[in-house]
């Protein structure tokens, strides 16, 4: 009887990121340059839902005797996700403005 092989979950997830880096990638980069406001509008959409998922993650009930140092660790790694999406929020917002800004008519 034949044996099965096991792919390791932590190298299939992984392999799984790089593909994503990829096709991310050129996704973003074969956008033209007309379409980069709606991508940012999307952008920030994705972001708010990051942002929710990552204020639970904040939010998670530190009980030492329970979770040990994992509800730190994802307390800590919701912060910096709440951080890194708002960064993420603004900029694309101040983008979005400044590229509309351009479509005004200028005022003599």
Same mark, same amino acid.
Request: charged share 10%; glycine share 8%; net charge positive.
């Given at each position: =009887?034949?044996?099965?092989?096991? #792919?390791?979950?932590?190298?299939? *997830? ?6 994503? #880096? ?17 991508? =940012? ?8 839902? #990051?942002?929710?998922? !990552? ?14 140092? %994992? ?9 910096? !996700?709440?951080?890194? !999406? ?10 979005? %403005? *400044? =590229?509309?800004? =351009? ?6």
């Amino acid at each position: =009887m034949a044996e099965v092989a096991v #792919i390791d979950p932590f190298i299939f *997830r992984l392999a799984i990121f790089v593909l994503a #880096i990829f096709v991310g990638y050129y996704v973003v980069w074969s956008v033209t340059p007309a379409l980069h406001t709606p991508l =940012m509008s999307v952008t920030n959409a994705v972001s708010s839902v #990051i942002i929710v998922g !990552a204020l639970l993650a904040v939010g998670v009930d530190v009980d030492a005797n329970q979770l040990g140092t %994992q509800g730190l660790v994802s307390k800590w790694l919701g912060f910096a !996700a709440v951080i890194l !999406a708002s960064v993420n929020i603004f900029g694309g917002f101040l983008v979005t %403005q *400044r =590229m509309l800004a =351009m479509y005004k008519k200028k005022d003599k």
